[in-house]
């Protein structure tokens, strides 16, 4: 390859790059601006419950992207996550400040599950209780129940996933779909609530 003339690289070359980064970085700051746009459309109540000792229901109320604890629902809740009080200590651990953390990394995502307004729409279109269980030592289990209704005894669905595999997932090494077709994530019941779930967290941010 040639190298060009002084001419072509400063008059020509040179400023196109210039002109070129700039473009980019203001496509990137126009997605993180509509990303932000979309969550701070979310309005929603999801309800937690730890049960066993030092367990409880708090009602967590979300408008405009901002979630505050309340002591009643502002609506009917879309979410409950349900779970005993030794599994939330190990999901606290492993996810940290958020379980949604814990759910994106189940999706492939290896980052906390972004709540969007378009997500959201999605979601509430959900019906049914979905069990995550991170298997192994320092497993635990977690019920998502999709609607307004308190959880049933039963999930619909139960997905169980291997510690090696869910710290793929959690990287971004394996995609959720392709764990899911190797066996690195186990389904028990009702596959058509797993598919909308995935469909409904997977959707473009």
């Known amino acids: 390859m040639s190298t060009p003339d002084p001419g072509t690289y400063f008059a020509e070359l040179f400023p196109a790059q210039w002109s ?3 473009r980019d970085q203001e496509r990137s700051v126009e997605r993180e601006q509509r990303l932000l746009d979309d969550m701070r459309a979310v309005h929603g109540t999801l309800v937690v ?3 066993g000792e030092g367990g409880g229901r708090w009602n967590l109320n979300v408008r405009d992207g901002v979630m505050t604890p309340g002591d009643e629902p502002a609506e009917a809740p879309f979410l409950t996550l349900a779970l005993e009080k030794a599994d939330y ?3 606290a651990q492993e996810a940290g400040d958020s379980p ?4 994106g990394a189940l999706a492939g995502q290896g980052g906390d599950l ?7 729409t999605n979601l509430r279109l959900l019906r049914g209780s979905l069990r995550f269980e991170l298997l192994g030592e320092e497993g635990f ?3 998502a129940h999709f609607g307004p209704d308190a959880p049933p005894p039963e999930p619909t669905t139960t ?8 710290e793929a997932l959690k990287a971004g090494e394996v995609a959720a779909q392709d764990a899911f077709l190797s066996g690195q994530i186990e389904l028990e019941g009702d596959m058509q609530l ?3 779930l995935a469909l409904a967290v997977l959707s473009p941010e």
Request: no cysteine.
């Open 20 to 22: 070129r980064t700039l």
């Open 49 to 51: 419950e730890v049960g």
């Open 89 to 91: 200590e190990r999901l």
């Open 100 to 103: 949604l953390s814990f759910l």
């Open 114 to 120: 972004k709540l969007t307004g378009s997500r959201m």
């Open 141 to 143: 289990g977690l019920l």
């Open 159 to 166: 997905l169980k996933v291997e510690r090696a595999a869910y």
């Open 194 to 196: 797993a598919m909308q």
